[in-house]
RNA sequence: GGCGCGUUGGUCAAUCGGCUAAGACGCCUCCCUUUCACGGAGGAAUGACGGGUUCGACUCCCGUACGUGCUACCA
């Protein structure tokens, strides 16, 4: 068994990509590169019901933008085609007929409609929470092909009557298996009920399209969420019964991501409420017409994402936080992941996003920039962008910080904090602009230590310190109290611009 | 209710029997900066509880509590 690792990642394309989702695709990829492996997308798309357009096109543009690039998918194909299970229908019937030949499945012939009485008739006169199980107590009492006579089974099928195929689970047996994150994990088979496996519209279930696809894949390592443990009995006994227990996949079911606040799982309804991104980008919902923000929409780096959610429940063991995707894939293990669930933090997310722009050269900030700035009217030249860039890069959290730091290179602000002038002015301030400026207007060299010289030259002709002046000043370019330094702004903008600026800020006064 | 899984500061977390329990985010103080940040120096803040095992338990075992997940012809 020196097979090559093969992981796959299998959403359901129902919806948006929630955090969740992304980090299990991650631990996959990390995992797959680190060994030298392949990594499979594989669409799960059993439940017509539930399909949602564009909904898979989403997810690959989601993995795309944070460069986790399947080697194999329904969009590039590969040598276990097709990639999409609505598309491997036919793939499954023989393996559940396989099952029910060899008796470990049985043909059931209960209505949604029966089951659900059943359902209800046990809530109401049994204890509260308790509900009803198809499983060995029960499945003598329902309409199947166990409790049923040869005559009246052939009857039932002769007529076309609809039914599902479930897994007969052993009685009073012990299931063990060894998770690689949490070690030996024992479940009471007598306590696994007898799921379904193929749905009376001929589509297998979550449970019998895993095993059938991850065998005929040829998958080594299955992570998943830690949501699917109880239903890991179900798919170790439909490895066994099938007879392919020897290329049973090594599992890991990774810890949940869960709500800053409070407690359960981390949802979308979350973020809309706290205020922060769920999805890994914009989702637009066709049947409400919503649209949900994303990470990238919000201003986030891919690399700072996927940084961010690697840290989300693994640790390398070493004091860096700071990871490039080349080198988490060189440290990462499955088994430093956590075995607990994580709470998420979005203040620790954007300090990631932070980080990673820090890191950044202007040159590659340049295209995510730009962007923010179309989007306000302006139209700037590369050379003057890489130098805002630089200089404002540092004060930027968020992509859209961009703008907020740094709109008065590009367009006259509006004068926010006229009061703060206001409170201090008088005719010698009034007058020391008036001078100064007239004497800016013959600077021929026109640079922010030239600019100083003048300006603390005309301090001391008004009688002026520093202090007094400084801040005014900086309203006056700025609009408010922020930004690099100002006589770098005044460089930046020009002499035209600055001397502009300057008159029409006392002219407010 | 049953079953599974989990539990180190507010949050993410290191530790694989020697702990005076790292580090990061956030918070607070100070320095740098006559703006805002960045950066630097400090600070407050942690082993759920009870039993074992052991010379020694955050680390191992057992209970309890709490949390969380599942309990669909959904994934």
Redesign the pocket.
Known sequence: MSNKVRVRF?P?PTGGLHLGGVRTVLYNYLFARHHGGEFVLRV?D??QT?FVEGAEDYIVKCLEWCGLNPDESPQKGGPFVPYRQSERKHLYYQYAQQLVDAGHAYYAF???EE?ERK?NDLAKDG?P??????DSSTRGSMRNSLSLNNQEILELLDKNT?Y?IRIKMEHGKTITFTDMI??E????TS?V?DK?LL???G?P??HLAVVVDDYLMKITHAFRG??????APVHLMLWDKLGWKDSMPQWAHLP?I?KPD????LSKRDGDRLGFPVFAMDWYDPKTGDTTKGFKEIGFLPEAFVNMLA???W?P?M?Q?IFSLEELVQHFSIE?V??????F?Y??AK?YNQQHI?QSSDEKLLPLVKPYLTEHGVNTDDAYLLKVIALIK??CTLLPDFWDQGHFFFKTPEIKELDTIKGKWDDNKKNFFNTWTEGLKSLTDWNHTAIEHTFNDHLQQHNL???DI??PL?IMLVGG?????VFVIAEMIGKEETVKRIGQAVGLL
């Open positions: 299998a359901s799960e059993t439940d539930r209960d209505t949604p089951l359902r204890n929470g308790t509900n009803f199980q198809y609809p599902v949490r070690g994990i024992t479940f009471d306590l009920d379904v749905k009376a519209d589509m279930t979550y830690e949501e699917w443990l109880p239903s949940l869960l409070g407690h359960g799982k840290m989300l429940g640790n063991g004091e936080e430093r956590h075995k607990g669930g994580a709470k933090d203040e620790k300090w820090h540092e004060r310190k520093k202090g400084l801040l900086r109290k922020y930004g690099p330094g």
